[in-house]
């Protein structure tokens, strides 16, 4: 199976959970595994040909003139992370089946498990920095999210922020550095940086990448003074802590140093960086986790202790530190969610997991005293345990390694914080499972049923087997890993428990006996801890964020007061500054275009477009006439763009002028129609001199422009040349639109929907509560005609409805080689659908509505969408069009462009967008025409939402009152039937507060 799929399919199968927990948990569950587990068959039917030296790709050029390619590979390092990631994920979803309750949505967190874990799986078989960015930041957001699974709990809510937090900002440093060392490289796919080690450390920017890559990496791996992330994730639900901080999450900044390891350590500064803040991290994080009562937490410090570990081993720099920290990435991951799952089994049957309360569980859930006191022996680097042959070779790597000319510092440390580790990992097991039974307990401890502890009694399992038998069992996995970590060429020594009597074996053997000592103690210990004071990471962390919120308020609040004008007023003043600047400093040569003969026709454009303009200046207090010489402004636009030969150009700008009117026309009903003067004689005087100087500013830009020749040529050249050879079109406009730059095409249609969304949520909003009673208080400023709806103009529109259609389907048709294309045919029919609402009125149209916009929106994105990655199976760039010509018996040949099924989710894009943005708009002026006419009538509706529209009388179109309403409505809308009680009982309420009939 290609790494490409094996990363896409935890993504391909996360919405399944959530679908499915209809069906009951087993089913969602049952999917979650399902994927996981052929990602993991797919992984491992590659591990022959890794395990022989071999590396197994997938390369995909996307945007390759940036650097951004599609590059997945399984290399030894990749296929060691992605098996863990997958193998233990494997066994969190049968662990989590059992573990959340009925009341908690297992759907989701399955859905938000199989997002991370697609996370994971990208970033350790990305082979393209930019990609592995991308999953990285991906991991944070969905890390946030089953973080915070648990919503109610504000702990659950403040740690997932506090993540998020300090794992985004580091992301944001450690792309920085990656971007560095890409362009040092030469290249953005990994496996080509990796080749690149002298250039690198040589290169004057090494020191700054290194910073900030390791800025990434130690807040991912919480190592200090980043560590008190981690604790407060603790809220999350026992699966989450299990997978994010054993084998997954924290280990992603492992990867990350494991990975460059390469090209970036064998450098002093590599060393003192990196490995004095793994044994550091190592040691503070072992002392502080000895006095936590929580389980969960004392799990918690000592992972971010064990995290340091690594982190120390990988910052020797030397091949024995990488196999020693490849060794313990494995060996840390089984016996830390085996011990993660057995805190949770704890307090899931417990009802607490206070080690003070706490205590004799070993005769009430012997099961689960022997997984844990297992792969807690582990975790103290007790023999025969594979915790203990790690542990071993990291403190004979300690023995040997010297601190600024110090030979006993650093064995010392590690001594003792190996110590420390002996030590939480005995009160573990000694307060939770010794003593007499606890009798104040929540709940009657047991051990739960087979599926709950089956995930952790197969990982403890590995624990013994990997302890005995390590060559056998893992050895094929660590020098697999360690060649890829160190470059290649590694031959490994023999995993065994016996080497001798060894310094490591001494230093081991204090730091049991020690661990031993210092848990007999811990009573008096732990009164002196509670004493001492101390600095508190999360208190420290809170103070920065209420500064930083408070600096960025002081900032925001300075800069943004709210006004346009002043925005408009600071951007005009700094582009003519930047504008004087470049032309006082620069040189301009001679112009070398003739100018264009102007005649009588183009003047009197020019004229008629000044005296539009300065109207608008002169009477902008009259807001309908400033709207009216807006839209001569437009019309003359629209002329100039047909005297210069561009009628696609044309027909938009009249388009969008007509629909551009309705909607501030109806916006503007709620609006004061005259402007009251607001600015002082110097203050206008101050407008009028800005606004002289930018607008000569900008003319004589344009003149320099258009009288001279591009220093470069122009890309029209070559999209005229290749308009017809490439995308089969003649209308260059159009290929442009669809092809040649149908990317931004696609995002433009994309914000228009996301606009006009915006629009009716907005709307929404103002139709309840407060404003709502505003909008039916509300009374017009101007005086109302008296004919709502002409009989004149209905009978028009009725008769040019199917007219515009039909015209809207040929400038559809015709737009890949004529004026024309989905924009402007979209406009058009958006207008004749206007032109309804406003002769027939809201109600009569919106009875007639077949299809929502919102779908109309959705299907335009889609539709665009799926036509543009057609292209893929053509091995062609998203959004390359294809064409052909077709000859049907009785017709001419004819072309078929894939272009027109790009314009066709234009068309539905653009038409359900205007039609949504209007009928919000108008679903507040008919909201406002209820409170002006009092309800005698009771015509109006109250409940505005599309759901509930078909309870409204017709009043408000054509009908009067007492007509009665029309069988068809009743039965095309499929919303007579969704709309609930409350809302009938908001309409009712209304009328009658108003005075309308109910």
Do not use: C
Not at 150 to 167: C, D, F, N
Not at 175 to 185: F, K, Q, R, S, V
Not at 474 to 482: K, N
Not at 814 to 833: E, K, M, S, Y
């Amino acid at each position: 199976m290609s790494p490409a799929l094996i990363a896409a399919l935890p993504f391909l199968g996360a919405a399944l959970p959530s679908i499915l927990i209809r069906t009951g948990r087993n089913n969602a569950a049952a999917v979650a595994a399902l994927f996981t587990g052929l990602a993991l068959l797919g992984l491992l039917l590659n591990l022959p040909t890794v395990l022989a030296g071999g590396v197994v790709e997938t390369k995909i050029d996307w945007l390759p003139w940036l650097g951004l390619n599609v590059n997945f590979w399984i290399d030894g390092l990749g296929m060691l992370f992605a098996t863990l990631i997958l193998g233990i994920g494997l066994l969190i979803i049968l662990y989590a089946r059992y573990y959340l309750s009925n009341r908690d949505p297992v759907g989701q967190f399955y859905t938000y498990l199989l997002l991370f874990q697609g996370a994971m799986v990208g970033i350790v078989l990305s082979d393209n920095i930019l990609l592995l960015l991308i999953f990285w930041e991906l991991t944070s957001l969905s890390s946030f999210l089953l973080i915070g699974y648990w919503k109610h709990l504000p702990e659950g809510r403040q740690g997932a922020r506090m993540a998020l937090t300090v794992t985004g900002m580091g992301g944001l440093s450690m792309i920085a550095g990656m971007l560095i060392l890409g362009h040092i490289a030469g290249s953005y796919d990994i496996s080509e940086i990796l080749k690149h080690k002298d250039a690198i450390q040589a290169s004057p920017y090494y020191i700054p990448a290194l910073l900030l890559i390791l800025g990434g990496a130690f807040t991912k791996s919480a190592q200090f003074p980043f560590h008190f992330w981690l604790p407060h994730a603790m809220a999350a639900p026992t699966p989450v802590s299990a997978y994010l901080h054993s084998a997954t999450m924290v280990k992603a900044g492992l990867f990350l140093m494991a990975r460059m390891w390469p090209v970036l350590s064998g450098t002093p500064e590599w060393f003192y960086i990196v490995a004095s803040v793994g044994l550091f991290t190592m040691f503070i994080a072992a002392l502080i986790a000895i006095f936590k009562h929580d389980m969960k937490a004392l799990l918690a410090f000592s992972t971010v202790s064990h995290l340091g570990l690594i982190t120390f081993m990988l910052g020797l720099g030397t091949e024995a530190g990488a196999l020693a920290a490849v060794f313990h990435i494995i060996n840390h991951a089984t016996f830390k969610a085996a011990l993660f799952m057995s805190a949770g089994i704890v307090d899931h049957e417990a009802g607490t997991r206070d080690l003070t309360r706490i205590s004799g569980l070993r005769k009430l859930m012997p099961i689960t005293f022997t997984i844990a006191t297992i792969a807690a022996l582990s975790m103290a680097g007790i023999p025969l345990f594979n915790g203990f042959l790690s542990k071993e070779m990291m403190l004979e790597a300690a023995a040997h390694t010297s601190w600024l000319k110090n030979d006993w510092l650093i064995p010392a440390m590690a001594t003792v914080a190996a110590l420390f580790s002996a030590t939480y990992a005995f009160r573990f097991i000694t307060h939770a499972f010794f003593g007499p039974v606890s009798e104040d307990l929540p709940k009657k401890p047991h051990d739960p049923n087979f599926g709950m502890w089956l995930s952790p009694g197969f990982l403890v399992v590995l624990v013994v087997a990997i302890g005995l038998f390590p060559m056998a069992v893992a050895g094929p996995y660590v020098q697999m890993a360690t060649n890829a970590v160190v470059g290649g060429g590694y031959h490994m020594h023999t995993l065994k428990i016996w080497h001798g009597v060894t310094p490591a074996l001494i230093m081991s053997a204090i730091a049991v006996i020690g661990g031993i000592i210092f848990l007999g103690a811990h009573a008096p210990l732990q009164k002196i801890w509670d004493r001492t004071p101390r600095p508190e990471a999360k208190a420290i962390f809170d103070w920065i964020i209420d500064k930083a919120h408070a600096l960025a308020v002081f900032i925001t609040q300075g800069l943004h007061t709210g006004s346009m004008a002043r925005y408009l007023m600071l951007f005009t003043v700094a582009s003519v500054a930047a504008g004087l600047y470049a032309f006082s400093t620069g040189t301009i040569g001679a112009p070398t275009r003739d100018l264009t003969p102007v005649n009588g026709a183009a003047i009197a454009a020019w004229i008629l477009l000044l005296t539009a303009t300065l109207s608008i200046v002169a009477f902008h207090h009259n807001r309908i006439l400033a709207l009216v010489m807006i839209g001569i402004v437009g019309l003359i636009v629209s002329i100039s763009f047909i005297f210069l030969s561009a009628p696609d150009l044309a027909l938009t700008q009249i388009s969008v002028e007509v629909v551009t009117a309705v909607l501030m026309l109806l916006a503007l009903n709620f609006l004061p129609k005259v402007t009251k003067t607001e600015s002082s004689r110097m203050k206008l005087g101050f407008d009028a001199g800005l606004a002289i100087v930018a607008g000569v500013a900008v003319t004589g830009l344009i003149y320099a422009l258009m009288t001279r020749d591009f220093a470069f040529p122009t890309m029209s050249g070559y999209m005229l040349d290749n308009s017809y050879n490439l995308a089969g079109g003649d209308n260059v406009v159009n290929v442009i639109l669809v092809d040649f730059r149908g990317y931004d095409t696609y995002g433009e249609v994309t914000v228009l929907g996301i606009a006009a969304l915006v629009i009716f949520a907005l709307t929404e909003a103002l139709l309840q509560g407060a404003s709502s009673r505003k909008l039916i208080a509300w009374r017009p400023d101007v005086a109302r005609g008296g004919d709502k709806h002409p009989l004149m103009l209905l009978i028009v529109t009725r008769v040019m409805m199917p007219i515009a259609l039909v015209v809207g389907l040929y400038i559809f048709l015709r737009g890949h080689n004529q004026p024309g294309g989905g924009f402007i045919a979209g406009l058009v029919v958006a207008i004749a659908l206007v032109t309804q609402y406003m002769a027939s009125g809201f109600a009569w149209t919106q009875a007639r509505q077949k299809v929502y916009y919102h779908v109309l929106i959705a299907a335009g994105v889609l539709v665009a969408g799926v036509t543009g990655a057609g292209a893929f199976f053509n091995d062609m760039p998203f959004l390359t069009s294809d064409f052909g010509y077709v000859k049907l018996p009785g017709l001419e040949k004819f072309e078929l462009a894939t272009a027109a099924g790009f314009d066709l989710g234009v068309f539905l894009g653009v038409v359900g967008s205007v039609m949504l943005a209007l009928g919000g708009l108008s679903r507040l002026a008919r909201r406002a025409a209820m409170g002006e006419q009092g309800g005698e009538d009771g015509a109006h509706i109250v409940a505005e939402k599309p759901e509930a529209r078909v309870l409204a009388p017709l009043a408000a179109g054509p009908y009067p009152p007492e007509a009665k309403v029309p069988r068809r409505w009743w039965k095309t809308a499929r919303a007579a039937q969704e709309a609930t009680q409350a809302e009938r009982d908001t309409i009712h309420e209304n009328k009658k507060d108003h005075g309308g009939d109910h």
